[in-house]
């Protein structure tokens, strides 16, 4: 499908290896000091992801705001990962900042809301369209307190989401179709959960096959993101949001959008710009500047069905019902201080504006080089998303995305990339542009990337 000799690949990746022992000594000694304490070798099991055999680690000084760091080893990177969109705002905002170290001097976590709370709430319906929210400590936590409501409300079971989703550690998300059958998604252990019970999985675009399992009547709720980004990206078919929704009402089950991800296509995410219309929405990750926050929406009518089993009034007794969700950290003074900087001063209309085109600039770099070439590869944008996916055509579904992958090529491309200080997300191909990203970031992505090709093909 990719049109490089394995034999090729695999001589690169040796050679790479090697360059990237000789830039990153530094880190590896961190790294083999961190398995003395940490489960695998770092805080979170995630950062074991990276291809070069440990992580890169940052060096303790500040930087100019924006997406360039140094490691330890005193290489300096440019970065499109942004914490896998955590850090989408960029690094060390100043109002980011500023909000951090003047919550903090009141108190970060107090079980009381602060004046900021009211300008966040108010601001979250502006711009998402619901007029109803709730504060997590993540997009896991917020897309788990959606199935629990809508479980509630409707009285059914299931889960349904689409095959080579990712929600987080949903638990009910862990699964996905291969060859017509439902299976663990990366080989997740069950965890003794009822997946045959809980949870129904179809095709991304597949009309028929979600009105089929809608029609069992035993959905409470879909989980969707309105783009698939997290198996190679998967675009929504002409049609099929209007589908989903049609179906989602016509069948009594409740609609959950999460724009974790696909938050990246504006102020408003891809709810507001293509004019969706949820029961339930979830943006997580990068709305407090990359400390940990979420936050859920629900609708008039959603909420309307959710009082009439928890009533929005204070407790009057200490044995009121426990909403089943949340925690003593959601919703901390820090969590809002920082979002509301981050929605008044960060992710505005006119940064969008300006990361947009530079996605559209990094996307056409990459798809000049592959022509330049003649690879049968292509780059796909959603917003200010950019992936490279080793397939001349989009794929319609996680199908098409398994019959395109070429792992042994993707652990190159990021090495190659990691060698030369570009970072992009560990796992497949994506990059992200912030209002922190230049122009002169964006070309040296592409500089390294064509440098790759012509490696590839030389």
């Known amino acids: 499908m990719n049109s490089v000799a394995p034999e090729r690949i695999q001589a690169l990746m040796q050679a790479e290896q090697a360059l990237y022992a000789e830039r990153h000594p530094k880190s590896r000694a961190l790294f083999e000091q961190g398995k003395q304490h940490w489960l695998y070798g770092a805080p979170s099991h995630w950062m074991r992801r990276w291809i070069g055999g440990w992580p890169i680690y940052l060096a303790d000084e500040a930087r100019d705001y924006g997406v360039r760091f140094r490691d330890v080893d005193g290489n300096d990177v440019v970065d499109f990962c942004l914490g896998d969109t955590g850090g989408m705002c960029g690094h060390g905002h100043p109002a980011v900042v500023e909000a951090l170290a003047r919550q903090a001097r009141v108190g970060s976590s107090l079980m009381l809301p602060t004046g900021d709370a009211e300008w966040v709430g108010s601001e979250l ?13 993540s997009a896991s936590d917020a897309n788990r307190a959606c199935i629990r409501l ?45 997946h045959e019970r809980l949870s129904r999985v179809v095709e991304f675009n597949d009309v028929p096959a979600l009105e089929a399992a809608l029609r069992e009547g035993d959905v409470a709720c879909v989980l969707a993101e309105p783009v698939m980004t997290n198996f190679g990206m998967i675009a929504p078919a002409p049609g099929f949001h209007a589908a989903l929704r049609r179906l989602t009402r016509e069948t009594g089950t409740l609609l959950v959008i999460d724009e974790t991800h696909t938050i990246s296509s504006g102020p408003g995410g891809y709810t507001r710009l293509h004019g969706l219309e949820p ?7 990068a709305i407090a500047g990359g400390v940990p926050a979420a936050a859920f929406g629900l609708s008039q009518a959603t909420a309307e069905r959710v009082w009439q089993q928890l009533p929005p009034v204070p407790p009057t007794v200490r044995q009121s019902a426990h909403a089943g969700f949340g925690g003593t950290l959601a919703g901390n003074a820090l969590t809002v201080a920082a979002m509301r900087a981050v929605l008044s001063e960060v992710l505005t209309e006119e940064a969008f504006a300006r990361m947009l085109a530079l996605a559209q600039r990094l996307r056409g770099g990459i798809e000049a080089s592959i022509a330049a070439h003649g690879l049968p590869w292509h780059a796909m944008a959603v917003g200010a998303r950019v992936e490279t996916m080793f397939t001349p055509d989009p794929p319609r579904d996680a199908r098409d995305v398994r019959a395109g992958r070429d792992p042994e090529l993707e652990a190159l491309l990021h090495l190659f990339l990691m060698n030369r200080g570009v970072l992009i997300t560990p796992f497949h191909n994506m990059m992200l542009c ?24 030389r």
Request: hydrophobic share 40%.
């Open 125 to 137: 319906s502006r711009r998402f369209g619901l007029p109803y929210w709730n504060l997590t400590t």
């Open 150 to 194: 809508a479980r509630m409300v409707t009285g059914r079971p299931r889960v349904l989401v689409f095959s080579g989703c990712y929600h987080g550690s949903v638990e009910e998300a862990h699964v996905e179709l291969f060859e017509s059958r439902v299976r663990m998604r990366n080989g997740i252990h069950p965890n003794a959960f009822p």
């Open 279 to 285: 029961d339930f929405f979830v943006v997580g990750k």
């Open 434 to 457: 912030c209002p922190g990203t230049r122009a002169e970031d964006v070309d040296r992505h592409d500089a390294v990337f064509g440098e790759f090709v012509r490696a590839l093909t």
